[in-house]
Nanobody, 119 residues
């Protein structure tokens, strides 16, 4: 079994900052990419940022210049969120694409962490 555990969500005022972290555990042989998606109330889940094992990074246009994704190691990814806006309010989900030691390819999701931006 492979699990992703997120941490760091919460309530923040507009203009503030939060840092999300996601740690992967389990029988992981190769981690191809890790990233963050979010889902606001009444909206579809959308990509926020993703980083590949080779270090290639993609951001949603709405967060460019404000959010930074980084990896501490092959199994941990962070999302530094600055200059937060009310429209950033959403449940943030960690996502990973990987191959297990049993040579199974998986797309794994965390349970989600709520980020609320409000005064």
């Amino acid at each position: 079994q492979v699990q992703l555990v997120e941490s760091g969500g919460g309530l923040v005022q507009p203009g503030g900052s939060l840092r999300l972290s996601c740690a992967a555990s389990g029988s992981i042989f190769t981690m191809y990419l890790m990233g963050w998606h979010r889902q606001a109330p009444g909206k579809q889940r959308e990509l926020v940022a993703v980083i590949t094992s080779g270090g290639r990074i993609t951001y949603a246009d709405s967060v460019k210049g404000r959010f930074t994704i980084s990896r501490d190691n092959a199994k941990m990814v962070n999302l530094q969120m600055n200059s937060l806006k009310p429209e950033d309010t959403a449940v943030y989900y960690c996502n990973a694409g990987l191959r297990t030691a049993e040579e199974t390819y998986l797309n794994v999701w965390g349970q989600g962490t709520l980020v609320t931006v409000s005064s």
